[in-house]
T-cell receptor, first 110, second 115 residues
Framework: GESVGLHLPTLSVQEGDNSIINCAYSNSASDYFIWYKQESGKGPQFIIDIRSNMDKRQGQRVTVLLNKTVKHLSLQIAATQPGDSAVYFCAEDNYSTLTFGKGTMLLVSP | DADVTQTPRNRITKTGKRIMLECSQTKGHDRMYWYRQDPGLGLRLIYYSFDVKDINKGEISDGYSVSRQAQAKFSLSLESAIPNQTALYFC??????????????FGEGSRLTVL
């Protein structure tokens, strides 16, 4: 999930597939993590969060997995739909503010 | 009506001009934030405020200042705009968790272009 320069990592999937978006975080002391979705021309919107005392949390069609050993988060989207096309950001709590990753663009084709 | 409102939504200005971006919220949250978004760099924290009397610098505060006029209002100023401040700016609010930032609620963004 890390970008190089100005290029955003992109995941292209077919409608109906499951999508997995990955994120590496930096602070081993972080105990709260959030995934946000940003559609073109809009502000980021909350998808799901997880605290460090959990390994997995499920929402509607989304699941977040947390691996504290390797400081890794993933967002799984089931049965991906065209409306899921957006940029997805992970964020970690950093002394009561959120530090965001660089984002991954998800493109869903019909 | 949006819970977090940013004005202006778009602004084009010239190098050296003073610019103010305004944010108002109807969510009743104490915490407010200003982030900057650049392509491929995600969102970076400029300033944040945990209540009316509290102002804190974020990761990239140089060249910016803020004012927390009321619980509902948090403005960001560029005293002398420069071209590398061309970016998309987001205001956000939150209710803190037990010991963390909590969920942030974002405005629609203010696109600033400095020529």
């Amino acid at each position: 999930g890390e970008s190089v320069g100005l290029h955003l990592p992109t995941l292209s999937v077919q409608e109906g597939d499951n999508s997995i978006i990955n994120c590496a975080y930096s602070n081993s002391a972080s105990d709260y993590f959030i995934w946000y979705k940003q559609e073109s021309g809009k502000g980021p919107q909350f998808i799901i969060d997880i605290r460090s005392n959990m390994d997995k949390r499920q929402g509607q069609r989304v699941t977040v997995l947390l691996n504290k050993t390797v400081k890794h988060l993933s967002l799984q989207i089931a049965a991906t739909q065209p409306g899921d096309s957006a940029v997805y950001f992970c964020a970690e709590d950093n002394y009561s503010t959120l530090t965001f990753g660089k984002g991954t663009m998800l493109l869903v084709s019909p | 009506d949006a819970d977090v409102t940013q004005t202006p939504r778009n602004r084009i200005t010239k190098t050296g001009k003073r610019i103010m971006l305004e944010c108002s919220q109807t969510k009743g949250h104490d915490r407010m934030y200003w982030y900057r978004q650049d392509p491929g760099l995600g969102l970076r924290l400029i300033y944040y405020s945990f209540d009316v009397k509290d102002i804190n610098k974020g990761e990239i505060s140089d060249g910016y200042s803020v004012s927390r006029q009321a619980q509902a209002k948090f403005s960001l100023s560029l005293e002398s705009a420069i071209p590398n401040q061309t970016a998309l700016y987001f205001c956000a609010t939150s209710v803190p968790g037990t010991a963390d930032a909590g969920e942030l609620f974002f405005g629609e963004g203010s696109r600033l272009t400095v020529l």
